[in-house]
Nanobody, 121 residues
Framework: QVQLVESGGGLVQAGGSLRLSCAASGRTFGTFAMGWFRQAPGKEREFVASITWSGSSQYYADSVKGRFTISRDNAKSTMYLQMNNLKLEDTGVYYC??????????????WGQGTQVTVAS
C-alpha cells in the first residue's frame, strides 16, 4: 500500500504560481512512476503530468507544457508540481497518483485525496 497526501493548493491570481507537493508513505516510493491529474467542476479527470520512478523522464499534457514542471525527490518520498503562469482553466482539484508511467488514470493504483487550485482573474 502507498498513502499519498497532496498539499500546496490555494487561490492564486491568473499569471501567478503555485507549487504542489505529494508526500508518500508505505511501500517504496522510488519503485513507482508518479502522475498528476486534475478535475474541474463538471468535467472528467484529466492527465496533467507524469514522471518515471527515477525522475529521468517526464511527460506533460499539451495544455500545461512549458508552464508546469513535475519533479520528485525519492529521498524525501515526495513529488512536486511547479505551476507557473496559471490560467483560469487550470482551476480544479489536483490529484497525485502512483503506478505505471502513463497518461491514463487506469494505470495508477494509488491516489491521494486531492488539493484545490483556484485561479482567479
Amino acid at each position: 500500500q502507498v498513502q499519498l497526501v497532496e498539499s500546496g493548493g490555494g487561490l492564486v491570481q491568473a499569471g501567478g504560481s503555485l507549487r504542489l507537493s505529494c508526500a508518500a508513505s508505505g511501500r517504496t516510493f522510488g519503485t513507482f512512476a508518479m502522475g498528476w491529474f486534475r478535475q474541474a467542476p463538471g468535467k472528467e479527470r484529466e492527465f496533467v503530468a507524469s514522471i518515471t520512478w527515477s525522475g529521468s523522464s517526464q511527460y506533460y499534457a499539451d495544455s500545461v507544457k512549458g508552464r508546469f514542471t513535475i519533479s520528485r525527490d525519492n529521498a524525501k518520498s515526495t513529488m512536486y508540481l511547479q505551476m507557473n503562469n496559471l490560467k483560469l482553466e487550470d482551476t480544479g482539484v489536483y490529484y497525485c497518483a502512483a503506478g505505471s508511467w502513463t497518461n491514463r488514470s487506469i494505470g495508477y493504483d494509488y491516489w491521494g485525496q486531492g488539493t484545490q487550485v483556484t485561479v482567479a482573474s
